[in-house]
């Protein structure tokens, strides 16, 4: 694997975490997080115009909206009562876990050796996280595991769409498009209200936040494109670490070594359990 391709992978863990620290230091988290889905709104929609996907996916392409939309209502609620360094780690290490857990209980799909310990690993660190001195709050240690259960979902929805629609663009294009919907009416829903000023910092700000996380997608992507997926999916769970340092370093949350062993247990976790 190249430098390229690293220097890639990890510019992705570290966008990606990035992109959560601008969410979780917003006012209004909900607010936050349907003002950033407009950079990426604007950004799908040529793509989108330019073509469709097949008919047999237009059920995937909603749902998978309607999915994406919930993880984000739920990864607001997560992050009113926990910390970047806490709820992240918790919800990208659940991800890995419960698909495999499900697997082994639903499908007969038993792991492997390394993703048994991987398994392992990853509850560690979620339970080191969620027990003693500072520790996360229940109610967002059940929104994060929640969080990562929605994930898995839209994921697999979109592992299944995809294929049946065609032309991938098309239907990563539609799926934002319809979310960059869906989001701001479910605002509308929960508040009655949307009110967005251009000129303010906080828009600005929110808006950049979205920039972020869309280009933390294309940065992966293009890592997937150049190298082999195991490795690159593996480098850029190490984004549970740099979600702890970033929260440290520009949130003023405290950074334990209790914190940063239970982010390394997650981070090897996820890795032993994707890597092929």
Known sequence: MS???????????????TWNAFLRTGSDRLWSVTVMSFSSTIVALPFALSSLPSPHAWPYVILSAFLQVTYSVFLV?????????????????????????SGALMAREYPTIPQAIGVALVAMGIISLSLGHRRAATSSILFAITTGVIIASYATVDAIGVRKAGSSVSYIAWVLVIYGAFLPATFFALRG??????????????????????????VVVAAFALGPAGPI??????????????????LGEELTPRRIVACVLVALGAISIGYR
């Open 77 to 101: 609620m997560a992050y009113r009562y926990g910390e970047l360094g806490q709820v992240y780690p918790i919800v990208r290490g659940s991800v890995p876990l419960l698909v495999t857990l």
């Open 193 to 218: 209200k949307l009110v967005v000023d251009f000129r303010a910092t906080e828009t600005l700000k929110a808006l950049g936040g979205g920039l972020v996380a869309l280009v933390a997608y294309g």
């Open 3 to 17: 430098g390229l391709v690293i220097g890639l992978a990890l510019l992705a863990a570290i966008m990606h975490a």
């Open 233 to 250: 999916a593996a480098i850029r769970e190490t984004s549970v670490v740099f979600a702890a340092l970033i929260g440290w370093l520009f």
